[in-house]
């Protein structure tokens, strides 16, 4: 490189440095220029000048010296130039006086938007759906997640109802979208809809997607889904509900009476004092009792409220299933119709609930056959039936009943042929053992048994002959071992004492029988302590009642029921009603607190009676006064007895002449 | 045979269906599924789709409501008493039973 090729290139270089210097200076003395005038001219010229460029002279010299100072300077180092540039011409500034221009300067106004952040939390990922409760199970995850995979379906009805609610949402959309992006109007608007569908997804969760879909069913779905299996279970527990409510809504639409001031259970009046019974409610069922008789009665310890009523095959219509067993439900009081229908194939004569299983309800058929129904099903047919075979029964099962305990519980079943077999409830194919009952070999045909109390082993039984037998089951002497005679006719009803009070009456029994008369009989002699023949017609059916010790139940043919009451009169009932119309009652049942008794008639009904409460609250000395009934029982009973055989006048007794019939049974009239 | 038991179920359906609709005071009776489609309803078809749509709302809600208060808790019946009448609501699993019962003037 020649030097004259250098120096023109640092001339070169020069010039260029000088117009980035002229450039800075300008900015300099824009910056500077109201510092340095203000100070000389303060006084004469106003604060708020605009600054002024300075004339070129003053810039060459400083060029010159700037030149002069650094003749190789790069423009790197211009920066350092500029300050001592200004520190000169400040110096050199204060004595010019220099004319200033006034010139508008428009700024350009840039406005930076803030910088956006655009973060990740890590906490949600997904498009906000509306509340989620994160302990909430799947299925009602099922409702609120449809946004999320829910697709907008083609169909423009729900679109459109769509596009006219958020239109305001969605018109800044809409601008912001049609221009920036440029799209043709048409698909901007498939834009806005996909967006405000998925807008009103996420506002509109909770709604669920019921209001978007609405689709027709045809008749053919709906017939479908009706036969589907789901929706009858569904329906058998929905139309319950519905209607439970519905029968108990008029009465609790009262609380909006503000000025009857009555309790909202208007049936809390009470008994008169003198009234002993008072009528509740009848359960009948026009479909299912019409025409059925009344077979067999229990109410549930479980469940105390509801009650099992068993009945006959229905000779008028041939087309319903003959074996009918209906649970009721006292506990609503206007609801007509039953909890529960079962149906068998042959006519039910006895059931019972099981005590130790709180859904299975047991019957025992016409044909001998046993079944087993479960409430957890929706199906009205047995779940289980004994076979019809010579192991089991084949005759009418008359009774039933559950022994035992939890763990180990047995149904013992009696039938009209003499047998007695005890079954395992979970396994009913056959017996788990089977007894004929016969006594002095003669087979007995059982009508009626009572297993004593909580007693296994032991057993009474009546007879269609009319005696009525103790037996055991297992042990030395498995069998009947002891007849009571006295009755004249089929025994129709048999009752075990069950009260515990201070004196134990459990070895007394009560018969009635189709001869008109109701006895009582100790277990332990084997005549009847005493002969209730207050009847005209046969007895259908005897209770003790499980809460008082001298009070019992009767019911006959004629439709009349007594209430006894020993410590009061022995041989007159302490109420007697007979029922209107030609109603001949079948069976009759004390409920487990003693409280109310159930009637069955031979027309399907079931009459339901409330008892005065000096019936159901024993007194401490009601079972010594029933201790000192028996005696006087028994004196009778020897007294007749003496009569009988001797023409002397016994000691006194309270009764007036008796007249004895026969020799095996004693009665006293009180004329 | 299970064919005749799903005829004999269903007899019974309708039984029970016919029972509650001729009930003293029943106005309407609508099941509907789910999905917001009826299956049965004895009231006009209009009023059925927004009474439909807007007590599924509803039901939704105070079940949402009830779950929230306490996760073990479910809504199991639900009872709209108004100046007119009552509706009442029976929610299930898959379906929705809406009663409409007038209130008893005494």
């Known amino acids: 490189m020649s030097n004259e090729q250098r120096k023109a290139e640092l001339e070169v270089k020069r010039a260029k440095l000088e117009e980035i210097r ?32 300075r004339e070129d002279a003053d810039p060459d010299r400083i060029l010159q010296e700037v030149g002069i100072r650094q003749p190789v300077s790069l423009p790197a180092s211009s920066p350092s130039i500029s300050p001592g540039s200004t520190t000169s011409q400040q110096k050199r500034r204060p004595p010019t006086n220099m004319a200033l221009q006034i010139c508008q300067q428009t700024t350009a106004t840039i406005s930076v938007p803030p910088k956006e952040l655009v973060t990740y939390s890590k906490e949600v990922q997904t498009i906000e759906s509306g509340d989620k409760d994160p302990a909430a199970s799947p299925i009602q995850h099922d409702h609120l997640q449809w946004d999320d995979e829910f697709q907008p379906s083609a169909s423009g009805e729900h679109n459109r109802l769509v596009y006219v609610t958020d239109d305001e949402d969605t018109m800044s959309l809409d601008d912001n979208t049609k221009p920036s992006m440029g799209m043709s109007l048409a698909s901007a608007t498939e834009l806005k809809r996909t967006r405000s569908l998925k807008h009103q997804n996420k506002q509109l969760s909770l709604q669920g997607q019921s209001s978007m879909i609405k689709q027709e069913l045809t008749n053919d779905e709906r017939e479908h889904i009706l036969k589907s299996e789901q929706f009858q279970d569904f329906f058998s527990r929905s139309s319950r509900l519905i209607e439970r409510s519905l029968w108990e809504s008029p009465r609790a639409f009262d609380i909006f009476k503000d000025y009857s001031g009555r309790d909202l259970d208007g049936q809390n009046e009470k008994m008169d004092v003198g009234e002993i019974i008072k009528f509740d409610r009848e359960f009948f069922d026009e479909r299912w009792t019409r025409h059925r008789i009344v077979t067999c009665i229990d109410t549930s310890t479980y469940h105390p409220e509801l009650v099992l009523a068993s009945y006959s095959q229905n000779d008028e219509s041939t087309h319903e299933s003959d074996g009918v067993v209906l649970i009721w439900n006292t506990k609503y009081k206007s609801k007509p119709t039953p909890e529960y229908v079962f149906n068998c194939q042959s006519w039910v004569t006895s059931c019972v609930f099981s005590k130790f299983h709180p859904n299975i309800v047991l019957g025992g058929t016409y044909s001998g056959q046993i079944v087993v129904w479960d409430t957890r099903t929706n199906k009205r047919t047995p779940v289980q039936r004994t076979a019809l075979s010579a192991s089991s029964h084949t005759h009418p099962v008359y009774c039933l009943q559950v022994i035992g305990t939890q763990n180990a519980n047995n149904l013992i079943s009696i039938s009209n042929e003499g047998k007695m077999c005890s079954w395992n409830i979970e396994m009913m194919t056959q017996p788990q053992e089977s007894m004929d009952l016969a006594y002095r070999t ?51 009803g048999l009752s075990c004492h069950n009260v515990n009070g201070s004196v134990d009456f459990s070895s007394l029994f009560l018969t009635s029988s189709f001869d008109w008369s109701v006895k009582l009989w100790s277990l332990k002699e084997n005549k009847p302590l005493n002969s209730f023949e207050v009847n005209s017609d046969y007895v259908t059916d005897v209770r003790w009642s499980p809460v008082h010790p001298s009070v019992f139940l009767t019911c006959d043919i004629t439709g009349r029921f007594d209430i006894w009451n020993l410590n009061h009169d022995s041989e007159l009932p302490l109420l007697s009603t007979t029922l209107d119309g030609n109603v001949a009652l079948n069976k009759c049942l004390w409920s487990h607190n003693g409280q109310q008794i159930i009637l069955g008639d031979d027309q399907g009904k079931l009459r339901l009676y409330d008892v005065n409460e000096f019936l159901t609250n024993p007194k401490q000395d009601d079972f010594n006064k029933l201790s000192s009934t028996l005696q006087e029982f028994k004196r009778n009973t020897l007294d007749a007895f003496d009569d009988n055989h001797s023409t002397n006048v016994p000691t006194t007794t309270t009764n007036v002449p008796t007249t004895s019939t026969t020799s095996s049974t004693s009665v006293s009239h009180n004329s | 045979m299970s064919s005749t038991v799903v005829s004999t179920q269903q007899a019974e359906i309708e039984e029970t269906m016919k029972r509650i609709q001729t009930h003293k005071g029943v106005h309407g009776f609508v099941v509907m599924s789910n999905d917001g489609s009826f299956v049965r309803s004895t009231i006009d078809n209009s009023t059925t789709m927004s009474l439909t749509g807007l007590i599924r709302t509803l039901s939704d809600k105070a079940k949402s409501c009830v779950r929230d208060l306490d996760p073990q808790n479910d809504l199991t019946f639900l009872r709209i008493r108004t100046k007119k009448q009552e509706i009442l609501v029976a929610p299930d699993k898959d379906y929705l039973t809406i009663v409409l019962q007038a209130n008893e003037q005494h």
Not at chain 1, 27 to 39: F, G, I, S
Not at chain 1, 444 to 466: D, Q
């Open chain 1, 22 to 53: 002229q450039k800075k200076l300008q900015q300099e003395k824009l910056r500077t220029a109201p510092t340095t005038p203000m100070t000389p001219n303060l006084s004469s010229m106003p604060i708020n000048l605009l600054t002024t460029p």
């Open chain 1, 442 to 492: 003669k087979p007995v045909a059982a009508t009626r048994m009572v297993f004593p109390g909580v007693e296994v082993n032991n057993f009474i039984i009546g007879s269609e002959e009319g005696q009525a037998y103790s037996g055991s089951r297992h042990g030395n002497k498995a069998g009947i071992q002891d007849s009571y005679e006295g009755h004249f006719g089929p025994i129709t």
